[in-house]
């Protein structure tokens, strides 16, 4: 027997939806689920190969001033896929949230940012810039009140932030990470 939906109880919907499924498992039990539904996203690492330099944004997250406090959390740039490609919205999140016009885009991959819990499915980019790409001051999407605040920040201290287990956005831990196993020249001193 294979694992079923039986039905799904939405208890809100606005930005996001959260519902309860009715789930009948392989092995016949019936359980109930949470499910968090708000589409899938991009994230993406925007890198100046040149400067040995990411750009990152510092932003504030409700889920994490709820629970420890932390009244900001550095992150690579991020947002949901609207209209078209993971492509064309990673450009349009890192136009909006710092500023920088993209070329290349290195795909990392596409995964589930939390499966027992989301749909969202965030697709990763490491992206290569250089000083002449920087067309805007960033900061995010007029109206968001994203209130965020651009942080272009030398990748050895990335490294060490990692290492450290300093990141705690896994989207970005992730991002850095790949871009140390994919490009480790850039981190050499």
Not at 37 to 44: L, M, T, Y
Not at 73 to 82: K, N, S
Not at 86 to 96: G, T
Request: overall charge negative; glycine content about 8%; aromatic content about 6%.
């Amino acid at each position: 027997m294979k694992a079923e939906i039986l039905n799904i109880r939405f208890l809100h919907q606005g930005w996001s939806r959260f519902g309860i499924a009715q789930v009948r498992l392989a092995d016949g039990a019936v359980v109930e689920r949470e499910i968090e539904d708000h589409g899938n996203s991009v994230g993406i690492l925007p890198y100046d190969p040149e400067r040995r330099v990411a750009t990152l944004v510092r932003e504030l997250r409700v889920p994490p001033l709820f629970v420890a406090g932390e009244q900001v959390q550095l992150e690579a740039p991020a947002g949901l896929i609207e209209d078209g490609s993971p492509e064309a919205n990673a450009r349009r999140e890192v136009m909006e949230e710092v500023g920088l016009h993209l070329h290349a885009l290195e795909f990392v991959a596409a995964a589930y940012s939390c499966a027992s819990l989301t749909t969202e499915k965030i697709h990763l980019f490491l992206a290569p810039y250089g000083q002449a790409d920087r067309a805007e001051a960033g900061g995010g999407a007029e109206g968001e009140h994203e209130n965020i605040r651009v942080v272009e920040m030398p990748l050895a201290e990335l490294a060490a932030r990692a290492d450290r287990a300093e990141i705690t956005d896994l989207k970005t831990l992730t991002l850095v990470l790949s871009l140390r196993a994919r490009h480790p020249e850039l981190f050499e001193t």
